[in-house]
T-cell receptor
Framework: KAGVTQTPRYLIKTRGQQVTLSCSPI?????VSWYQQTPGQGLQFLFE???????NKGNFPGRFSGRQFSNSRSEMNVSTLELGDSALYLC?????????????FGQGTRLTVV | AQSVTQLDSQVPVFEEAPVELRCNYS??????LFWYVQYPNQGLQLLLK??????LVKGINGFEAEFNKSQTSFHLRKPSVHISDTAEYFC??????????FGKGTRLSVIA
């Protein structure tokens, strides 16, 4: 079966712009989580959605937002981009609670802010 | 809040030698532990997980980990590594309703 698909794979944006990243989970999976990965901070949790509801949110400024659609696809948006937002953004999908089910990760979207 | 510490940022090891990647977590209250591997330009792949039961957990690619509650550790081991094991390894934990919390990662370099 198809894995988690993240689009685009690579993105270059200018400071001050906004960006939208997309994640299509594995068919049947209802939970989608987003992580930011940087060399200095490692993997940091952004937010988690289950059946269109945000279930958890990490410690990121309000410029970072997300949503989940009825088909479980998810998008995250970053407004007013800063240089420090350059990172690999990873999406993970699972059937339900990750404790009881495996979280499958996409290949990520590498965002570069110049 | 749960935190995860990976004590070694880089571990070089010769091919066919054993390896241990260390991981300590902060909270032992209903904690669930995971090891993930990340190959270059790839996402994360689950190696193994500890939810309950036997403290020795076996995973894919010959890896295993031991849950030690008294030492709050979950070290990853492999008796004989291959060049293909070169990757970054992440330890992660869940406690209560929190999402996955990751350590900073350990870069394993296998030397021929």
């Amino acid at each position: 079966k198809a894995g988690v698909t993240q689009t685009p794979r690579y993105l270059i944006k200018t400071r001050g712009q906004q960006v939208t990243l997309s994640c299509s989970p594995i068919s049947g999976h209802r939970s989608v989580s987003w992580y930011q990965q940087t060399p200095g901070q490692g993997l940091q949790f952004l937010f988690e959605y289950f059946s269109e509801t945000q279930r958890n949110k990490g410690n990121f400024p309000g410029r970072f937002s997300g949503r989940q659609f009825s088909n479980s696809r998810s998008e995250m948006n970053v407004s007013t981009l800063e240089l420090g937002d350059s990172a690999l953004y990873l999406c993970a999908s699972s059937l339900g609670f990750v404790v009881n089910t495996e979280a499958f990760f996409g290949q990520g979207t590498r965002l570069t802010v110049v | 809040a749960q935190s995860v510490t990976q004590l070694d940022s880089q571990v070089p090891v010769f091919e066919e030698a054993p390896v241990e990647l260390r991981c300590n977590y902060s909270s032992s209250v209903s904690v669930y532990l995971f090891w993930y591997v990340q190959y270059p330009n790839q996402g994360l792949q689950l190696l193994l997980k500890y939810l309950s039961g036997s403290t020795l957990v076996k995973g894919i690619n010959g890896f295993e980990a031991e849950f030690n509650k008294s030492q709050t550790s979950f070290h990853l081991r492999k008796p004989s590594v291959h060049i293909s094991d070169t990757a970054e390894y992440f330890c992660a934990a869940i406690s209560g309703n929190t999402p996955l919390v990751f350590g900073k990662g350990t870069r394993l370099s296998v030397i021929a």
